[in-house]
């Protein structure tokens, strides 16, 4: 599928002179959104500086943008030693979801298996296994 570009005069294709027009793009392309305003007054726009992730903090998921700098810095470190014990709880949590990709918690039978069925498939130039080798 052939995309058309929309020539944007005085500006070089390599600092964004063609525009992909919507409807055109390729399947798998993602969607930008800009932010209002940013169009019309790009040195005025809003721009995040951060988004806390605390679980608990009443301030979860709101943003913090330009101009609020120094409430995001104060915000930050009072929200790590509040809610210190929730975000271990989070960690733990995370760490026991990820064991599954640590050697220790695999079966040494399979992967012994599946280190040879690996080297096999180098030898004979395959990516993917057959399926009595799974």
């Given at each position: ?51 806390c992730t605390v679980p608990g ?78």
């Amino acid at each position: 599928m052939s995309r058309k570009r929309l020539i944007v005069p005085g500006v070089p294709r390599a600092q964004g002179g063609g525009i992909v027009l919507p409807g055109d793009a390729r399947r798998g392309m993602g969607t930008l959104h800009v932010p209002r305003g940013y169009e019309s007054d790009p040195e005025n726009a809003p721009v995040l500086v951060g988004v806390c992730t605390v679980p608990g903090c009443e301030r979860e998921g709101k943003p913090f943008y330009r101009g609020q700098e120094d409430q995001w810095q104060r915000h930050v470190g009072w929200c790590a030693r509040k809610n210190r014990d929730k975000i271990g709880e989070v960690i733990e949590e995370r760490n026991d979801r990820m064991k599954i990709f640590s050697p220790e918690s695999w079966d040494p039978e399979w992967t012994a298996h599946q280190r040879e069925v690996g080297k096999r498939m180098l030898r004979e130039g395959r990516l993917v296994p057959k399926p009595h080798e799974r």
